[in-house]
């Protein structure tokens, strides 16, 4: 079965510093991977997808991914931190390579920016 | 494009009641799933449906249940409340299930069961 681990509950750096969240996961198929972002009483909205092709993925707001096969991780960067960009942060895997329609999440990681 | 859109946004119910939740899909998408999240458990897989019917079920008991009407808009329902079902349940759609899973979300709806 597929699962994801988001390392750190929360995650908290400054204005204009490197913003790294990091994901690992477990699959026996060649994983769809995806980096969701929830901001407070809203749903979630698609940061990047990673499916097949170029490992290094780039997103909306300046984030990018990065997916290692060999150390089966999917960690999600920005070159400098915004305010805007305090909100919780999911990773996630598509179950059974892409047909099926349910997505494995992470547990989370809330991103705080100090000024 | 109008996105997914979910009502109510807010519910309050008490033990025992039953509740039907509402989801719109973006227009053109055939496939709508459902998911469950709460600050214990996460965010949890429930079901999805394309085309009138469910395609897979996450491990949810039975008193969970949903479907989709022909212009692909969707229910859920969740009968003899319990305390624990309080959680933020969350609509995603897209176009059809043959390719890979972006799935866009909608609002979700808040609900609390006293």
């Known amino acids: 079965a597929q699962s994801v681990t988001q390392l750190g509950s929360h995650v908290s750096v400054s204005e204009g510093a490197l913003v790294l969240l990091r994901c690992n996961y477990s699959?026996?198929?060649?994983?769809?991977l995806f980096w969701y972002v929830q901001y407070p009483n809203q749903g979630l909205q698609l940061l990047l997808k990673?499916?097949?092709?170029?490992?290094l993925v780039k997103g909306i707001n300046g984030f990018e991914a990065e997916f290692k096969k060999s150390e089966t991780s999917f960690h999600l960067t920005k070159p400098s931190a915004h305010m805007s960009d305090a909100a919780e942060y999911f990773c996630?895997?598509?179950?059974?390579?892409?047909?099926?329609?349910?997505?494995?999440f992470g547990k989370g990681t809330k991103l705080s920016v100090k000024p | 494009k109008a996105g997914v859109t979910q009502t109510p946004r807010y519910l309050i119910k008490t033990r025992g009641q039953q509740v039907t939740l509402s989801c719109s899909p973006i227009?053109?998408?055939?496939?709508v799933s459902w998911y469950q999240q709460t600050p214990g458990q996460g965010l949890q897989f429930l079901f999805e449906?394309?085309?009138?019917?469910?395609?897979n079920k996450g491990n949810f008991p039975g008193r969970f249940s949903g479907r989709q009407f022909s212009n692909s808009r969707s229910e859920m329902n969740v009968s003899t409340l319990e305390l624990g079902d309080s959680a933020l349940y969350l609509c995603?759609?897209?176009?059809?299930?043959?390719?890979?899973?972006?799935?866009?979300f909608g609002p979700g709806t808040r609900l609390t069961v006293l």
């Open positions: 996630a895997v598509s179950e059974g390579g892409g047909s099926q329609g349910n997505l494995i």
């Open positions: 990673y499916t097949t092709g170029a490992t």
């Open positions: 995603a759609s897209r176009s059809i299930p043959l390719q890979y899973n972006e799935q866009f």
């Open positions: 449906y394309f085309s009138e019917t469910q395609r």
């Open positions: 699959s026996s198929v060649p994983p769809y």
């Open positions: 227009s053109g998408h055939r496939s």
